[in-house]
C-alpha cells in the first residue's frame, strides 16, 4: 500500500476557476504534511506546509483531517502560472523522511 | 534558486554499469535525502544522511548506495544498473537556514536525469 494516494488528473480548467486537489494518507504517525508544486522538468518546490488549523496564503488553502488522514488543498482564482503538477507530502521518520503523492497535474486554459 | 547543486545534470549508461551521482547541500544543511522521480511519478524516497551516517531507507535493494562527506555534501551510487533504473534522482538538504532549524522543510536541486539504455 502506498504511503500516500493522490489522484493524478489531469485537472483543465478557466482561468479564474476553483480548484480542489486531495490526497490521503496510510501512516497515522506521519508527522508533517505539505504542497509541493512541480513545473516541467523541473524540481520540487514548497508551495505550503499544511496544519490541521488549516493555513491559507493568498489564493492557496490548505487543510489536514488527522482523523480521515486527508490532506486538499483549494486554489480560488486559478492564473495561467499555476499550470503545474502538485505533489502531496508526508514526512515520516527521526529525520522527517518525505513520503510523496503521484502528482496531480493541472492546466489553466486561458 | 536553492543552493543545492546536483552533477551531472544528464547521464547516459548501459545495462549492467555503474553510476556515481553528486549533491552539494545548501549551506547551513547538514542532511541529504536522495529520490528517484520515474516519469508520471511522484519522487521515490531512497535513503536520508544524516552528519555522515545513515538515518533511515526506503524501499530499495543494495545496489543503491551512498554516502556522505564531512562538508555534507553526498554522493548516490548504483551498482549494475537495470533499465528501470532509468529516472530523475532529486537530492535534498534540510538543516539550518537562515540562522533557524528548518528540518521540516527539504530544500531540491534541480536534479541529474539517467538513462540506461
Sequence with gaps: RKEVEQDPGPFNVPEGATVAFNCTYSNSASQSFFWYRQDCRKEPKLLMSVYSSGNEDGRFTAQLNRASQYISLLIRDSKLSDSATYLCVVALGTGNQFYFGTGTSLTVIP | ETGVTQSPTHLIKTRGQQVTLRCSSQSGHNTVSWYQQALGQGPQFIFQYY???????????????????????????????????????????????????????????????????
Design chain 2, 51 to 117: 552528519r555522515e551516517e545513515e538515518n533511515g531507507r526506503g524501499n530499495f535493494p543494495p545496489r543503491f548506495s551512498g554516502l556522505q562527506f564531512p562538508n555534507y555534501s553526498s554522493e548516490l551510487n548504483v551498482n549494475a544498473l537495470e533499465l528501470d533504473d532509468s529516472a530523475l534522482y532529486l537530492c535534498a538538504s534540510s538543516g539550518w537556514t537562515s540562522g533557524r532549524p528548518t528540518y521540516n522543510e527539504q530544500f531540491f536541486g534541480p536534479g541529474t536525469r539517467l538513462t540506461v539504455l
